[in-house]
């Protein structure tokens, strides 16, 4: 089957600490994209990467870090200085058209975040 | 101004009526208008996407592209319970075809009773 995977599907920070969500795609797929969901409200973009190992800040980029060392995984790492990283955390991906156009984008199932 | 607006709703309507959810967005230039449909507690499902203005038909869903006017909305015939969800609308805005990056609206949460 191919698609976008996240795990974990629940993810549990203490004060202090870092932790890492993974996103994993089989499409084939070029670029990849971090989002962030709060209750409410629509999806902010994090960061986004078009080819490997190349990634760029998105609108809500402090706090967060990411890494794009295969073109199948684009993990995201909510850092301590992240004060407010409660929140539903989506990972997409799309295709590179012809001429550098980035097709739709295809959402994996999500990691929901929370702090103890 | 939000670059992407939609009413957050909710929007309620019997079963087997149109629903329509409108979207209006800031930029003038934008060139790719999506539609997406998340189920509480679920990831965003693509429905349509539209480039051109007019209509475009997928089944019971239908999307409305007005660029002049810069709005896009989704219409959707004979609603089932099933339709209740939060529809997001997202728009590349220009400039940002080679990295895909969308802007996306609040969200509008529709109900179709029974």
């Known amino acids: 089957d191919g698609g976008i995977t996240q795990s974990p599907k629940y993810l549990f920070r203490k004060e202090g600490q870092n932790v890492t969500l993974s996103c994993e795609q089989n499409l084939n797929h070029d670029a990849m994209y971090w989002y962030r969901q709060d209750p409410g409200q629509g999806l902010r973009l994090i960061y986004y990467?078009?080819?490997?190992?190349?990634?760029q800040k998105g609108d809500i980029a402090e706090g967060y870090s990411v890494s794009r060392e295969k073109k199948e995984s684009f993990p995201l790492t909510v850092t301590s200085a992240q004060k407010n990283p409660t929140a539903f955390y989506l990972c997409?991906?799309?295709?590179?058209?012809?001429?550098?156009?980035?097709?739709?984008?295809?959402f994996g199932p999500g990691t929901r975040l929370l702090v103890l | 101004q939000k670059e992407v607006e939609q009413n957050s709703g909710p929007l309620s309507v019997p079963e087997g009526a149109i629903a329509s959810l409108n979207c209006t967005y800031s930029d003038r230039g934008s060139q790719s208008f999506f539609w997406y449909r998340q189920y509480s507690g679920k990831s965003p499902e693509l429905i349509m996407f539209i480039y051109s203005n007019g209509d475009k038909e997928d089944g019971r869903f239908t999307a409305q592209l007005n660029k002049a006017s810069q709005y896009v909305s989704l219409l959707i015939r004979d609603s089932q319970p099933s339709d209740s969800a939060t529809y997001l609308c997202a728009v590349k805005l220009r400039g940002s075809s080679n990295t895909g990056k969308l802007i996306f609206g609040q969200g509008t949460t529709l109900q179709v009773k029974p």
């Open positions: 990467s078009q080819i490997v190992n190349d990634f």
């Open positions: 997409a991906s799309s295709r590179m058209r012809l001429a550098g156009n980035q097709e739709t984008q295809y």
